[in-house]
């Protein structure tokens, strides 16, 4: 029977402390010592390429993908900056709102819906920060032009999650449009011609509370975009029940069993959506 030490190949190098990260250990060190000194290199070399990996492996265009599920839907992220800019600045210098008593209703109001905004973008610029690893890195201290690509790319990175979250909801949303309307021809999954206002039961959901949809001449003039009849983010597919009070349009707004169950299939899985029942017409909570 062989030894162990005439079981390895005569070319097979053996792997000494010299091979591993650092320096070597003292003369005359124990073999306890030795063992220990190379297991601590190893720890430390594994630790500081997860951290690289963790860190600065990951793309701004990446850590951009949650931003319009989590910050904002629209706003551009270089607006954001200015609009939050201009908040901090105006909080700032409190001498600058001098004078609006006297200035008219109007020009009170459209100031005070600029503030509203501008307050938004503080705190959207603020949860950006605190949620999207080392974007302060990114957007701080840096020259123009390098700001300049790294918005570019949280930019890009934010739309493509956005458009990747609405393609895979086009087939779901056809399905479940088909529910509410079992007796006529189901929508294609993969065809948004026959969607839209054009589409019976579509622009009933897209259609203002607001308006009667069940009034032809409304319906007419919805589908015509006439003045007072556009698009409004007040549609009946976001309210439970798929109707809304228009005396009241925060009751039951953004509670329809619809938006819950395409608030699963994007925050949560497709597979968790199917335990809502799009047909339920009441209040529904997530």
């Not at 228009?246 to 959506?273: C, D, Q, R």
């Amino acid at each position: 029977m062989a030894r162990p030490s005439e079981t390895l190949p005569p070319s097979s190098p053996i792997t000494t402390s010299s091979d591993l990260p650092g320096s070597d250990p003292p003369p005359g060190s124990s073999d306890d010592s030795i063992m220990a000194e190379r297991y601590n290199r190893l720890l430390h070399s594994k630790s500081q390429k997860k951290r690289k990996h963790d860190g600065e492996g990951v793309s701004l265009t990446r850590l951009g993908r949650g931003i319009r599920k989590t910050i904002d839907l629209y706003a551009d992220i270089d607006n954001l900056i200015i609009l939050a800019d201009a908040y901090e600045f105006s909080e700032g210098n409190p001498a600058l709102s001098d004078g609006e008593d006297e200035e008219d209703e109007e020009d009170a109001k459209a100031k005070a819906e600029e503030k509203l905004l501008r307050k938004r973008a503080a705190t959207a610029l603020k949860l950006l920060v605190s949620s999207v690893p080392n974007i302060d890195k990114a957007l701080s201290n840096v020259e123009p032009q390098v700001l300049t690509v790294n918005l570019a790319q949280l930019q890009r990175g934010a739309n493509d999650g956005r458009s990747e979250d609405t393609s895979n909801l086009r087939g779901p949303v056809g399905n479940w449009v088909s529910q509410l309307q079992p007796s006529a021809p189901p929508l294609l999954s993969d065809d948004k011609a026959a969607r839209g206002l054009q589409h019976d039961k579509c622009g009933e959901l897209l259609s203002s509370v607001e308006h009667d949809w069940s009034d032809l001449e409304v319906r007419r003039k919805i589908r015509s975009y006439e003045a007072g009849y556009e698009s409004s983010m007040f549609a009946r597919a976001l309210y439970a029940g798929y109707s809304g009070d228009p005396k009241n349009l925060e009751e039951g707004f953004l509670k329809s069993s619809m938006m819950v169950k395409a608030f699963k299939h994007i925050f949560t899985s497709p597979k968790s959506s199917q335990d809502v029942d799009v047909t339920i017409c009441q209040a529904m909570q997530v």
